[in-house]
């Protein structure tokens, strides 16, 4: 799996959208659909493309201020990972 860089700017692939409804928001992919919620939501509602993936880190850590830091990074960086290895994000 590769690592991301600090500088890559995460966002949704070609054919990935949000779907389902404010309450409960579903990511669609050509291959299917996941539910995602609570951290995994606020990752991804940061990858627009735009930010950095060091600006989405330091955004999740003033969200979650009790959450130590490195662990974030750690489980942000897995998570998008996993996510670009299925290609529901570019990296």
Known sequence: MMAIGENAKPA?????RWGGSKEQP???FPEGAIKVQATGLAILQLCDGQRSFSEIVSELQE???EAPAKRIREESANFLEQLNAKRIVNL
Not at 12 to 16: K, Q, R
Request: glycine content about 10%.
């Open 63 to 65: 969200r979650y201020p």
């Open 12 to 16: 949704l692939a070609a054919g990935c």
């Open 26 to 28: 579903v990511l669609l």
